[in-house]
């Protein structure tokens, strides 16, 4: 136990003194107070130009369809309401003038009752204007029609704008409110692992070109040394993550009457209690799991240039699990066949998991099992990554064989 703490305490402090560690929290800080901080700098700078910043842009129509202009200008003006609505005479070339110029952003020309051409400077991968100009244009239509049977203009308005009422009670687990911190957490667990793991890797492969090792390790026990460095990089990862989402969380609440209701920002700082321990938890096995495979493979690299090319395989069965937790939130269904066959996967089941946790309903024993093999797989494979760092450190020249490794760990 005293060679652990040693080793812990060593190792933690070098990830504290490392400058790059400071400078990369330093900056995330910083990067995060900006963001939150925003809304009001904007609103400082903002209140120079009031006047400037209260003007909607002009939306143009061109009436070449309708006898009376009013009734087009009437309905875009309730379907567009961040916009200047105004009906115009003039023609194509001058419409065309006026958006160019940006005096106006854009403009309807309407040909006949069921087709129009919409004019734009620059079409926005989200523009969405011909969708609600289409049900626009298609209400006038139907009360038209109407009018023409013998229907009065006031009824068909209530007919075609009837208000339909709803509530949605959810009895699981709503996946709109809880899918953005869900994604943080996923690709939090995702960059920490990688950048943490790599740099597992490469400090076992930096100390095995020292000779020192070769004492070290003969004098120490391997487990006491891998589960050292590991816990250490852990512990560091997690200071780091303290001090961005703490911050995060600092600078939200200090702005949060600038946020005003912005449903991203509030479901991402509203996490329940219980999804943020679950978090926790699956984000701690889930980086030792990993964390101890990037040492065992860091202490059979012969070269810190090797680092990348040992690496490449859990690299990509982590990636892997990335991509199948990412697929399945962004389809919404994160309880399919392959997803509970990943909360089972030691490499999978962090992700996995939690996942399915905060978008669905899992039966408790489903996360009893998760977990027990989830632990299990951590202690065993931290004890095998460990005896394959007493043996990788003390081999030299060509990257060893696994089937090499496991007989020289067999032999010891």
């Not at 006949?112 to 969405?128: A, F, Q």
């Not at 400090?203 to 590991?230: C, D, Q």
Request: glycine content about 4%; charged content about 15%.
């Amino acid at each position: 136990m005293k060679q652990f703490k040693t080793i812990l305490k060593f190792e933690l402090l070098n990830y504290i003194k490392n400058k790059v560690f400071v400078g990369i929290t330093i900056f995330l800080v910083a990067a995060i107070a900006i963001v939150m901080f925003f809304p009001l700098i904007a609103e400082s700078f903002g209140s120079k130009s009031t006047e400037a910043t209260d003007a909607k842009p002009v939306m143009l129509i061109v009436n070449d369809a309708y006898d009376n202009s009013d009734i087009l200008k009437e309905s875009f003006s309730s379907a567009f309401t961040d916009y200047d609505v105004q009906v115009t005479n003039d023609g194509i070339d001058s419409v065309k003038s006026l958006i160019t110029s940006e005096s106006a952003e854009c403009a309807f020309v309407i040909k006949s009752d069921s087709e129009y051409e919409y004019y734009v400077n620059n079409n926005s991968l989200y523009d969405e204007k011909t969708m609600i100009a289409d049900s626009v244009l298609q209400n006038i239509y139907r009360v038209n029609a109407m009018v023409k049977s013998g229907i009065s203009s006031q009824d068909a308005d209530k007919i075609i704008n009837v208000q339909i009422e709803h509530t949605t009670t959810s009895l699981g687990k709503d996946q709109t409110k809880n899918f953005f911190y869900t994604y943080i957490m996923i690709f939090a667990l995702y960059m920490v692992i990688l950048l943490y793991g790599q740099m597992v890797a490469t400090n076992v492969a930096t100390e095995k070109s020292s000779r020192a090792m070769e004492l070290l390790i003969t004098s120490a026990k391997p487990v006491s040394m891998m589960f050292g460095k590991v816990i250490a990089s852990c512990i560091a990862g997690l200071i780091q993550l303290v001090a961005v989402f703490g911050s995060a969380f600092l600078f939200y609440n200090m702005n949060k009457s600038y946020w005003g209701d912005n449903f991203i920002i509030k479901s991402i700082f509203d996490m329940p209690l219980d999804l943020l321990l679950y978090m926790l938890l699956f984000f701690i096995l889930g980086f030792f799991i990993y964390a101890f495979l990037y040492g065992a493979i860091g202490s059979t690299a012969s070269k810190v240039e090797d680092i990348n090319t040992s690496v490449m395989p859990l690299t990509f069965i982590f990636i892997a699990a990335f991509m199948v937790v990412m697929f399945s939130m962004s389809a919404g269904s994160v309880d399919n066949a392959l997803m509970r066959v990943c909360s089972y996967i030691p490499f999978t089941s962090p992700m996995a998991m939690f996942t399915r946790i905060a978008m669905s309903t899992v039966p408790i024993y489903e996360i009893i099992i998760s977990v027990v093999i989830l632990i299990a797989s951590v202690i065993g494979i931290g004890v095998i990554s460990a005896k394959i760092y007493r043996v990788g450190v003390l081999l030299y020249g060509t990257p060893p064989k696994l089937g090499a490794i496991f007989k020289a760990i067999k032999k010891s």
